[in-house]
């Protein structure tokens, strides 16, 4: 009986996003939430003018990691602090200044400082109001982006080098198929998520993708499928081994009547490095101001 339930299903996720025009004023998400969860996986608080003030991704129930945005008398985003909190004791774990900005405001040039006070500079280029590429000045990380009707592939290198006879280098590849009935609620959040540690959204370090970074999207839609490819290459005094990683994420969502995801059904398969497969689906809350 189960099985009927959810073919009939199918056509309500689908057809209930269907019927907006995107005429509408993008609503403040407040919260995405897992079913079945006591608290959210992720929050956002804005200001009076709108402004994404804080975002607050929680681990479990006790620790948590939360992003406190701050602006510029231009109304520009100027800076970051994160806040880590564990066990009840909170730290701040890394900060970031922007320098520059482009014409229309957007982040150029930040530097990010750690909870020792190193600091890396990174660089964003900019299509309007889309990032094309994130550089950092010392070589861990660069991303790129390319967009088709405002939304993107994109690809990731990363460098970890945390010791000197042993560092990996990972290579991420997304292809992405978008639900163009239904809009994005966090598309104009692009500079806010370049501060935080949202990108790359797979996290390849990871044992298996985390399906919380895979909610978070720069984009004018929302991703209907999400296929990534992971690389691994490690480099190491006894030779260098590679692995791979292949991940494919598929959303369902139901909307209210502007389009915007009230739902999403989350089905994800990988099959990780050590090459055994794992398969997860869940059910997400949207919820708005």
């Known amino acids: ?57 929680f681990n479990n129930l006790q620790d948590s990691n939360t992003y406190k945005f701050v602006y510029d008398s231009y109304q520009r985003l100027s800076g970051m602090i994160c806040e880590s909190n564990v066990n009840h004791t909170v730290k701040v774990t890394k900060k970031a200044t922007v320098t520059d900005w482009d014409i229309n405001g957007n982040i150029r040039k930040i530097d990010f400082f750690d909870q020792n006070q190193q600091v890396t500079t990174a660089q964003v280029l900019w299509q309007g109001n889309k990032p094309l590429s994130l550089k950092y000045s010392n070589a861990s990380q660069a991303t790129s982006w390319n967009y088709i009707e405002g939304n ?23 292809v992405c198929e978008w639900d163009m009935s239904t809009y994005n609620p966090m598309a104009q959040m692009a ?90 689906n869940t059910t997400v809350d949207y919820s708005y101001e």
């Open 152 to 174: 993107p592939d994109w690809k990731n290198i990363l460098h970890d080098t945390a010791s000197p006879d042993n560092n990996t280098t990972y290579f991420t590849k997304a």
């Open 1 to 57: 009986m189960l099985k009927y339930l959810y073919v009939l299903l199918l056509p309500v996720l689908i057809t209930a996003c269907s019927s907006n025009k995107g005429k509408y004023n993008v609503p403040r998400l407040k919260a995405l939430t897992i079913q079945g969860e006591k608290a959210p996986c992720i929050t956002f608080s804005y200001d009076a003018a709108g402004r994404l003030t804080t975002m607050t991704r």
């Open 191 to 280: 500079n806010q998520l370049l501060l935080t540690d949202t990108i790359p959204q797979a996290h390849p370090a990871f044992l298996l993708p985390d399906i919380t970074s895979l909610l978070l999207h720069i984009s004018t839609n929302n991703p209907s499928r999400i296929k990534l490819e992971d690389k691994q290459e490690n480099n190491a005094v006894k030779g260098i081994a590679k692995l791979s990683r292949s991940t494919t994420v598929q959303y369902m969502y139901a909307c209210n009547g502007h389009g915007y995801p009230n739902k999403a059904k989350v089905y994800l398969h990988a099959q990780g490095y050590t090459q055994l497969d794992t398969e997860a």
